[in-house]
Each structure stands twice: as structure tokens, then as C-alpha cells.
């Protein structure tokens, strides 16, 4: 990810620490895509489910989805920010090359 917005000079990650709320966004999706999968795996093979295969889609479910969700995580941090900050957004514009 770039460190400024190369339109608008807009700075992503102004303090270490900063894309927290990123993380915190990427758990959510990933907990919520993995308990409607296990969920749904358990209710769509009733009444015998497969235990095991479901366990081992469901490694690949936790494991990619975050890794896949990520970006879009902190796009979503970026313009949560910008709405409840809107004076770093002006401040930064204003005489910066
Ligand atoms: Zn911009």
C-alpha cells in the first residue's frame, strides 16, 4: 500500500498502529464467513455430517478468507477514518508537495 494518496496527498497510516481497526474489521468478516459456513455445512448435511471435511474446509475458510479480505479491510479502516476525521483529510492538503 502506498504511504499517500497520490490525488489528494492523504496519508494512510498516520501512527504505528494505525490500521488496529483494519484488523479488527478482517476478524469480524472472518468469523462471520466461518460461522455461516459451519453453520450451513452442518445444516445442509443433516443428519450425518461429515465431521472431517468439514473441518478441513473450514481450516481453509479461516485461513483464507483473511488473507483475501484484508485489503479490502483496510480500504474500509481508510474511509471509516476519513468520515470520523475529516480535518486530516483538509490539514494534509493544504501546502504539502
Ligand atoms: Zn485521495
Known amino acids: 500500500m502506498v504511504e499517500r494518496c497520490p ?4 496519508t494512510f497510516e498516520r501512527e504505528e498502529g494505525f490500521f488496529l481497526g483494519a484488523y479488527v474489521i478482517n476478524l469480524a468478516i ?12 452442518i445444516i445442509a448435511t443433516l ?6 471435511q468439514l473441518t478441513l474446509i ?11 479480505a484484508y ?8 474511509a471509516i477514518d ?3 476525521h475529516p480535518e486530516f483529510r483538509r490539514t494534509q ?5
Open 30 to 41: 472472518t468469523q462471520l464467513a466461518l460461522g455461516v459456513f459451519i453453520a450451513g455445512g
Open 58 to 68: 473450514g481450516i481453509t475458510v479461516a485461513v483464507g478468507v483473511p488473507l483475501v
Open 71 to 78: 485489503p479490502f479491510s483496510k480500504t474500509l479502516w481508510t
Open 93 to 97: 492538503t493544504d501546502g504539502e508537495p
Open 82 to 84: 476519513m468520515v470520523m
Open 47 to 52: 443428519p450425518d455430517p461429515p465431521a472431517l
Open 7 to 10: 490525488r489528494c496527498r492523504y
